[in-house]
Structure formats: C-alpha cells, structure tokens
C-alpha cells in the first residue's frame, strides 16, 4: 500500500492478534467451510460418483482460500485495485495452491 510508510505505528501494547482479527478469521473460515459443505451438499444431489464430488469440493476449497489470501492482501483497497498491484509473493503461492 502506498502510505503504509506515513501511517503512524502501532501502540506498543496493542496485541498483534487483537478481537476483530481473531472474529474476522473465524468468520471468513465459517464461510469457507458452510460453501465448501453447501458445494459438495450440491454434487451429491447432482448425482456425481463420490471421486467427483470430493474433487469439486478440495477445488472449490483451494479457490476460496486462494480468495481469502488476495482478499486480505488490503483493508483500505478493493479486490480490483488489489490484483492490479505486483507481489511476486502472491504470484507464487497462488499459482502453487492452483497446481493442486
């Protein structure tokens, strides 16, 4: 971010884990685990062999996550602005984690 810099630092005392990060996490895997589960809910009803059914819900798993990393890249910017901007970091472990 560009004034990551000119930000003022944060207070000594404050915790690096705070309330609202350790709720936002919770949160964000809550809603990972209910649209993986409503995900592979889903291809049961379609009718796909257990083999497929397991595949679309680790993929539909992978993708989410791979949404939460880009997602939590910024909290001043929005998911647009965040894969216009460069981070080798982001490009390795997101194509690593679409190799699976």
Do not use: H
């Not at 003022?8 to 709720?23: M, Q, T």
């Amino acid at each position: 971010e560009k004034n990551v810099m000119s930000r003022p630092p944060k207070d000594i005392n404050e915790p690096f884990f705070g309330a609202k990060k350790i709720w936002l996490s919770c949160s964000q895997g809550i809603g990972i685990l209910v649209i993986v589960f409503a995900v592979y809910l889903l291809g049961l009803k379609m009718g796909y062999s257990e083999q497929e059914d397991r595949a679309l819900a680790f993929t539909t798993l992978i993708a989410a996550n791979i949404a939460v990393i880009l997602s939590n890249r910024s909290w001043t910017r929005n998911i647009f602005q965040i894969l216009g901007t460069s981070n080798k970091t982001v490009k390795w472990v997101v194509g690593g984690a679409s190799l699976f």
